[in-house]
């Protein structure tokens, strides 16, 4: 392992196509498709890298600290823009709308760089995870594209049914407030802005508290490719400019991606909380359990990467691992010594694994957390487990977890992985049962018997099996979810059209005069909901 005393580089040998030429000064705003200057507060922003000895992150920028009243200019905009489904935004052809987001990427994509660059000294996400994560991003918006076109060709036809014919289609729900994490600030950002817009709604997006400056570029882009007031963005303190928006009652669907406990204020502050939909992705403590006949190298490979990819910052990271009795010591003894073999070092750095973390006081609090562990019986069984200066923090491998420890339930969000022991497979069946969370697991072992019984008593408790896998969302075709406090509603490239909007239809007794009504309107394209246009 590099010594983590040396890991922070001097300011003058950084290499090139990393430096940022200058910190990035973000003075403007987008309300009401006008890029506004900020007059007031900023937020200045530090890396989570460290030159030097520095006792501070490097300053990379600034960006408005913005007040209620101009957070509600923003909903406002977005209010008049929808103008009760009847403004130019939701009333607009699916083609029309499809054109408008081509139109975004292609500028998104001319920003590529910058904010892959940006991903890397305001998140501390590594090179390779940051060019994956505005890739997968583009290709998240293509695919978007090609799956509201097959919706809507779906929908270009009538239906027959007991004499009635209907055209069913999908509309709009309104004003949709977006929120992303900061893990995958552009990212999980986009999986719900990207599909709430291109189904006719109007938007408020506020960043993430870290991960902003990286959405700065893309600010024009915004503005040139969607008419007015669709697309309208707040930042600043989450209880100044999110709470008025909320409680004036007027944001139809919260797409919100952090923690229930941030979740539950905000729905809170809704007063009309029936008409509030709610598109959540919360925490997770998803388990990994090894079975006694599980093949340990393939075991521990995909353990390693499910539990500390991007330092274990993944709502669907392995944050706690089973291991029967059986192969506990070789498998805990495998684990330690993949895990030792991480390299740490800058984003920036030739496969480095491990990077500095953005959160606040991120590495102490893990040190609180294994220190706990230990009181309660636990060890750290890789030499160099929870060694940090500053922001950098070495995976720590504890074993042997039990219900005492605090690890054993929070969720810990980073480098630290929880090993149990188990004898009786009703012990990892009945941590997922009484988990406040209920996203993924992963299955580890050949017994196809033991893993079907798995399986059907796991299916009921969480929303995605992985077997002889880690837990992880994509492929972003497949449908991304999670039970009780892990997410409330299900995203994918499809589903995600779909809950951002609601079915609507036509209906009409199949008589003459009705029959002449419709055939006229379609003739005469005078509808645009009403059509058999078919998109090509
Ligand atoms: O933070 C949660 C993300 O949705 C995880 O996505 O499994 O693709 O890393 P991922």
Known sequence: MRDLKNVFPEKNILPDGVVLDKPIEQREYLINGEILQWQGDFQQVFSPVYFGNDTQGAYIGSYPLMDARESLKALEAAVQAYDHG???????????????????????????????????????????????????????????????????????????????????????????????????????????????????????????????????????????????????????????????????????????????????????????????????????????????????????????????SFNGQRCTALKIIFVHRKIAKPFCDRLSEEVEKLAVGMPWDEGVHITPLPEANKSEYFAELINDAITHGAKVINPNGGIYNKSCFFPAVLYDVNDKMRIYREEQFGPVVPVICYDDIEEPINYVINSNYGQQASIFGKDADQIAKLIDTLVNQVSRINLNSQCQRGPDTFPFTGRKDSAEGTLSVSDALRVFSIRALVAAKENDLNKTIIREIIKDDKSAFLTTDFIL
């Open 86 to 308: 009847r403004g130019e935004w939701p009333t607009m052809s699916v083609e029309k709308r499809i054109h408008c987001v081509k139109k975004f990427v292609v500028m998104m994509q001319e920003q590529r760089e910058l904010i892959i660059r940006l991903l890397m000294w305001e998140i501390g996400k590594n090179l390779k995870d940051s060019e994956k994560e505005f890739d997968r991003t583009v290709v998240y918006i293509n695919d978007t594209i090609e799956s509201l076109k097959n919706l809507d060709r779906d929908s270009s036809r009538f239906t027959f049914a007991q004499n009635i014919m209907g055209q069913i289609r999908r509309a709009p729900l309104g004003v949709v407030l977006c929120m992303g994490p900061f893990n995958y600030p552009l990212n999980e950002t986009f999986t719900t802005l990207i599909p709430a817009l291109i189904m006719g709604n109007t938007i408020i997006f506020k960043p993430p508290k870290l991960g902003v400056l990286l959405h700065y570029p893309l600010l024009k882009a915004f503005r040139q490719a969607f008419p007015r007031g669709v697309v309208n963005t707040v930042y600043g303190d989450g209880q100044v400019v999110v709470g008025p928006l909320m409680e004036s009652g007027k944001i139809d669907v919260l797409a919100f991606i952090g923690s229930s406990r941030v979740a539950d204020i905000l729905k809170k502050q809704h007063p009309k909380p029936h008409r509030l939909k709610c598109v959540l992705g919360l925490e997770a403590k998803n388990p990994g359990i090894v079975l006694h006949d599980a093949d340990i190298e393939e075991t521990v490979k995909e353990c390693v990467t499910g539990a500390l």
